[in-house]
């Protein structure tokens, strides 16, 4: 079995990120291999010092920033982001250091040393521990999960947990890419839910995601 460095190797960059749920696929235990990442901030800093998460900077991941960066732009009375599972920053290129307060978390101690030594204005903030645990001290115009929903086992039971650090009109921005991981943990959220917009970003190398402008469906009593 080859082993992802091998892979790397083997693929030009282009194709390589292109068809990175193939490469998940090579590995034979691939959902035991989650698990383990979801429970250890050991083995996410031992992905990031290896490269594996890099391609995030990349072009073609640019569309799916710019939107989410967007949706939390749209209104011009929003400007605190909690985004949670940042990785090293990312999504803070897209939102206006000035007009805009933001708050990091991700389970990898290495991403968050990264984001905390590209930012270090007084109106950013980055905190590494388990994202599905963190509890704000503040409430938040928007709080986005890029990538990180069908990390969790009970994805509807975050959402409402969260839901309570959402100002009046908060809404969340959620990004999930096309694999049956992202639909399941979709089907699972959804009744939570009230879409207010939806769209689909497709990119020339074959990859595809889904970036929803959401509010916490209001339960009748």
Request: net charge positive; with cysteine; aromatic share 10%.
């Amino acid at each position: 079995m080859p082993t992802l460095g091998a892979i790397q190797l083997i693929l030009p960059a282009q194709l390589r990120h292109g068809v990175r749920g193939l490469v998940d696929a090579a590995f034979a235990k691939q959902r035991t291999m989650r698990r383990i990442i979801r429970a250890s901030s050991q083995a996410v800093d031992d992905e990031y010092a290896r490269g594996r998460w890099n391609y995030l900077g990349d072009l073609q991941e640019m569309p799916r920033y710019a939107v989410i960066g967007g949706y939390c732009r749209h209104s011009g009375e929003f400007s605190s982001v909690l985004d949670l599972g940042c990785g090293t920053g990312v999504l803070r290129r897209w939102l206006p250091k000035e007009e805009f307060s933001y708050v990091g978390v991700d389970l990898s101690n290495t991403a968050i040393e990264t984001a905390r030594r590209d930012w270090t204005d007084t109106r950013t903030k980055f905190v590494a521990m388990d994202a599905a645990l963190f509890r704000p001290d503040r409430k938040f115009d928007a709080i986005v999960f890029n990538e990180v929903l069908y990390y969790f086992e009970q994805p509807a039971e975050v959402l409402t947990s969260f839901a309570a650090f959402l100002k009046n009109n908060g809404k969340f921005v959620i990004s999930l890419w096309d694999s049956a991981e992202s639909r399941l943990a979709w089907r699972r959220s959804r009744p939570s839910l009230e879409v207010i917009d939806e769209v689909q970003i497709r990119h020339g190398s074959g990859l595809c995601w889904q970036v929803r402008d959401c509010r916490p469906r209001v339960l009748a009593p």
